[in-house]
């Protein structure tokens, strides 16, 4: 195959592909099943199953509440249900399916064949298999703790996450969620700190409330709901592009001429190909049990979100992993590749997934959502802030818990929220809040101000047009949305951390409303305390204004919030006990899980990096310069040609020129690059810290002159798929 028919083949190929029409189950006569026929069909969850007696699952419902112990017993029955129920439908095999700090998922099957006592083939999963099993741990990022390190690590099944099928070509799994320790009972895992801090998070605002009003509140849930952002590029321009493969992401491509400039993709009509692919997703997902409620194009093109209905944190966090696993088996039956990177193409808008955030009372109350009377009203500030000061306070934290090589694209870019960790609180609370902070609303007019306020505040779930895109972390209307989070990461870690931070402050405040409810005060005018004293020490980091704006780095700068552009400057902070205690303290992590997070996050931005600086230098040598040799070779035969006829043209001569000039810096950059790599520091900070500020701009001066060459260079000679390719054709 020449060299220029790659590309073009991949043209034909996207250019011209059918729409997969899956098969919708019907009714027999001809109409679609509704969705609520087989919404979760392919999960199992104890509390939902005939098959078991309701008092078991009583005894099964309080040993998630109090955490005691599992009886065997009880086990067995769950077992032999769910068993019945995989068997049914097909499975053969079983697994337990955990959250390893891979930022993945990973399954080891077992097949439920077995041998009774006389020898004959049985299907069976015993107690002991459903509750616990022993993958070798050693194999999976421990982060260097391998001194301490046992290589037996163990899985144990989580109640409170349902079972599910995944099916393959002809044969299907049940997945049985886990949670990952060690032989010590390190988490080795996201799930377990996420499960910790759930209930730390829980015991303080179950406190909160029975002091402020709810004296029957037994649980607070953390609640969430994450919108998923992703690419879809035909499936033969992915496997022409050696830096998607490898990277994930175009390590260098000159723009379309149109990217997102007339903003016509977001939310425009669905390319039909894409349609018929999000249909096939959402049916998956129903059938998972997953609440996909919305689905539209994002702002750049070739760009898609989907979002759930929000649930309990655990469920959420486990919901999105298997969002994202499906996403990605669609798009292949449909010829797609998805993307979940944070910046596959520079020069459009990246990837990110919005985290809501909110909590919820066992009676069903929203912390988040604003009252339309005084009372309500209070606690609704009180909580939020206490939400703001959480934030501020550990600011560095929740930075270092979204930090990862992709995100380091967008935070700071023009076109996502900034590694400055502000918070967006709209006008109305903005207004309430400075009057509380100038001791305006606890003068004369209090009353009025706090009764302007209710009625303001009751409106904002219906009004909140004015909602700021900018922010990381933004009130809008009955919750919070971190939206600083990647989107190819897993929700859990950045959770864990903001519940933690959260209860923190719900802490320090329970103390503060006791005593100034044991001092005689009413419930409101303590809450009012509470609104005071953490508006005052936090009120720098809310920033209703444009975080994209030069001004606001400046701004912030002088406000004295941390700016931790990259993941190199921030990973540290994790292992940075003063600013980690409020974690260790409240025992959602340990200290020495702290310090395994952040080895294995700095070797993966390190190994991340390093995997897209030797694809890049390799596809200079495999693509770039035999381009480039190719157009010289032709221009200079060109231009011999033209001095044997006596001719007079500067095209070929500039052409010629521009070239080489590029190539040759292209080259010497390419060149020191590969010394630099070589000369990198052992010491795992160090080296990350060298590949972030001094590595990666010459990786993007490169990418600049591989764009320049791009742009020079005639369509036939350039081999790879374009941005144009990748973006437009579908
Ligand atoms: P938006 O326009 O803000 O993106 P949506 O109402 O579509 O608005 O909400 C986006 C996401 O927020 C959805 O996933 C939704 O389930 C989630 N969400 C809504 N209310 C809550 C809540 N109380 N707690 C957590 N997530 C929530
Ligand atoms: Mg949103």
Not at 538 to 557: K, L, M, P, R, T
Request: aromatic content about 8%.
């Amino acid at each position: 195959m020449s060299r220029e028919s790659i590309r073009t083949v991949s043209k034909l190929q996207a250019a011209n592909r059918e729409e997969r029409i899956f098969e919708r189950p019907t009714d027999g006569r001809g109409n679609y099943l509704p969705v609520t026929e087989y919404f979760g069909e392919n999960i199992f969850h104890f509390s939902e199953s005939s098959s078991i007696p309701t008092q078991i699952k009583n005894e099964l419902e309080s040993v998630i509440q109090s955490g005691k112990g599992l009886k065997k017993e009880h086990a067995e029955i769950v077992a032999k249900a769910v068993t019945e129920w995989a068997i049914e439908k097909g499975a053969t095999h079983f697994c337990h399916w955990f959250q390893p700090l891979t930022g993945a998922t990973a399954e080891k099957h077992d097949a439920f064949l077995d041998f009774d006592r006389a020898g004959k083939p049985i299907e069976k999963l015993s107690a002991s298999q459903l509750v616990q099993g022993e993958p070798d741990a050693s194999s999976f990022p421990n982060g260097g703790s391998r001194a301490t390190f046992e290589a037996r690590g163990y899985t144990a099944w989580d109640l409170t996450s349902p079972m599910f099928l995944i099916e393959g070509a002809s044969g299907k799994t049940l997945c049985i969620p886990t949670a990952f320790v060690s032989y010590h009972g390190e988490a080795l895992d996201v799930k377990t700190p996420l499960l910790r801090s759930v209930s730390k998070l829980s015991e303080q605002a179950t406190k909160f409330l029975n002091l402020s009003g709810f004296p029957n509140t037994k649980s607070v849930n953390v609640t969430c709901g994450a919108e998923q952002e992703y690419f879809l590029v035909d499936k033969a321009f992915y496997f022409a592009r050696p830096d998607l493969v490898m990277a994930g992401r175009a390590l260098f491509g000159a723009p379309a001429v149109k990217n997102q400039q007339l903003e016509d993709h977001y939310f425009g009509a669905i390319p039909e190909r894409v349609l018929c692919f999000m249909e096939e997703l959402d049916y998956e997902l129903h059938r998972l049990g997953i609440p996909a409620k919305t689905r539209h194009n994002e702002v750049a093109p070739g760009q898609f979100e989907i979002a759930q209905i929000f649930r309990d944190a655990n469920v959420a966090a486990d919901q999105n992993q298997l969002v994202m696993a499906t996403i990605k088996n669609v798009a292949n039956r449909h010829n797609f590749v998805a993307l979940l990177h944070e910046k596959p193409f520079a020069g459009v808008n990246g990837s990110g997934k919005h985290l809501n955030w909110s909590m919820a009372s066992d009676e069903g109350l929203n912390l988040l959502e604003p009252g339309d009377e005084i009372h309500s009203n209070m606690r609704f500030l009180a909580v939020t802030s206490i939400i703001v000061e959480a934030v501020k306070r550990h600011a560095k934290v929740l930075r270092a818990s979204i930090a990862s090589a992709g995100n380091d694209h967008r935070l700071g870019a023009n076109e996502a929220p900034p590694s400055i960790i502000s918070v967006y609180l709209g006008d109305a609370i903005g207004k309430i809040f400075d009057a509380i902070k100038d001791g305006k609303a606890t003068s004369s007019e209090s009353k009025v101000m706090l009764d302007l306020g209710a009625r303001q505040l009751a409106m904002l779930p219906k009004d909140n047009t004015d909602r700021n895109r900018t922010s990381p972390f933004a009130f809008t209307g009955n919750k919070f949305e971190f939206r600083a989070v990647g989107s190819a990461m897993a929700i859990g870690l950045p959770m864990s951390i903001l519940n933690g931070a959260v209860s923190d402050i719900f802490e320090e405040s329970n103390k503060i409303l006791e005593t100034e409810l044991a001092a005689g005060k009413t419930i409101d005018a303590a809450l009012m305390e509470i609104c005071k004293k953490w508006i005052s020490s936090s009120h720098q980091v809310i920033f209703n204004g444009d975080g994209y704006s030069d001004e606001w780095v400046q701004e912030a700068n002088r406000r004295g919030l941390p700016n931790l552009k990259t993941t190199a400057d921030c990973l540290h902070i994790i292992n940075d006990t003063k600013e980690t205690n409020f974690l260790t303290r409240q025992e959602i992590f340990r200290a020495s899980e702290l310090e395994t997070r952040y080895h294995v996050l700095t070797e993966r931005y390190n190994t991340i990096r390093l995997i897209e600086l030797h694809t890049f230098i390799d596809m200079i040598h495999k693509f770039i310069i035999p381009s480039c040799l190719e157009y010289k070779k032709e221009l200079g035969s060109v231009i011999k040609e033209q001095k044997n006829l006596g001719f007079q043209s500067n095209v070929e001569t500039d052409l010629y020129k521009e070239i080489n000039l590029s190539l040759e810096s292209l080259y010497e950059n390419a060149r020191n690059l590969k010394n630099m790599i070589n000369e990198l520091p052992e010491d795992i900070d160090e080296r990350a810290k060298k590949i972030a500020h001094e590595l990666m701009p010459v990786c993007f001066a490169m990418a600049e002159y591989c764009n320049q060459i791009e742009c020079l260079m005639p369509e036939g000679l350039w081999e790879l798929p374009s941005f144009f390719d990748m973006l437009y054709l579908r």
